[in-house]
């Protein structure tokens, strides 16, 4: 799985919440709505990757991500970032 890495420690996400009038909630509600399983996203994990603080996740799985996103009607680029690839290799 793909961990995704959000952008400025989750502003961007909370100053979407803020423009679309969504609270934590709303959005986890929200995120039921946009997946095709209708599971979305737990209430915990939007809090932990829209919150700040000890209990905040900076990197969240892509599927998190995109559904946060669609929910929010955003861009999935906006908020996350792909994690840097090493092309370093080892010789045996």
Same mark, same amino acid.
């Given at each position: ?11 961007? @996400?909370?100053?979407?919440?803020? /423009? +679309?009038?969504?609270? &934590?909630?709303? @959005? ?8 095709? /399983?209708? &599971? ?26 995109? @559904? ?8 999935? &680029? ?7 690839? +090493? ?6």
């Amino acid at each position: 799985m793909t961990d995704l890495i959000r952008k400025g420690k989750g502003k961007p @996400l909370r100053d979407a919440m803020l /423009r +679309s009038g969504l609270t &934590q909630a709303d @959005l986890a509600a929200k995120t039921k709505a946009v997946d095709i /399983r209708g &599971q979305g996203v737990s209430l915990s994990t939007v809090i932990k990757v829209t919150g700040r603080g000890k209990t905040a996740a900076d990197k969240c799985r892509l599927r998190t991500a995109w @559904l946060v996103t669609t929910a929010l009607g955003e861009p999935l &680029q906006r908020h996350f970032d792909m994690p840097s690839v +090493s092309t370093d290799t080892v010789e045996r």
